[in-house]
């Protein structure tokens, strides 16, 4: 089999998947494994296994969780709207104020995850180990 057959196959098999209701996470995950089994065979466990493992361990992706997590808490809490609409009053006229409000807004939940101030660094931290990855 080819590459382009593979590849009609492929979305051909991803929307026959979506008219049957499934997450679409699930989905795609799916039809990758079996598409990565059919095309490489028994060599595929190893491939996929080696492939998760690096993107679990991925330096620059520990804080989507926790960004996730504080959204949902400023969505669930009123936070984020409150926000929004104190915005809107300092930018609603200003060109791009709907931009402007939602810069001023990431700020809250990426402060508490984001690096330091100068000055602002722990006692007996000199910095340069803060924003090294783990294990450098």
């Known amino acids: ?17 979506l008219v049957t209701g499934l997450p679409l996470a699930f989905i795609t ?9 059919g095309w490489f065979g028994e060599a595929a466990l190893p491939l996929v296994t080696s492939r998760v493992y690096g993107f679990i361990t991925e330096y620059s992706l520990v804080a989507v969780p926790m960004f996730v997590l504080m959204a949902s ?7 984020a709207k409150d926000l929004f609409n104190a915005m809107r009053v300092f930018a ?6 709907v931009a402007v409000q939602t810069i001023v807004v990431a700020f809250f939940p990426g402060r508490p995850f984001g690096h330091y101030r100068r000055g602002d660094r722990p006692a007996g931290d000199s ?4 924003d090294a990855p783990p294990g450098l």
């Open 1 to 17: 089999m080819d590459i382009s057959t593979a590849t009609i196959l492929m979305v051909g098999a991803i929307f026959a998947l």
């Open 29 to 37: 995950g799916l039809v990758a494994m079996a598409f990565t089994f």
């Open 73 to 79: 808490l400023l969505d669930r809490s009123g936070i």
């Open 92 to 97: 609603g006229r200003l060109p791009g104020g």
């Open 127 to 130: 910095g340069a180990a803060a």
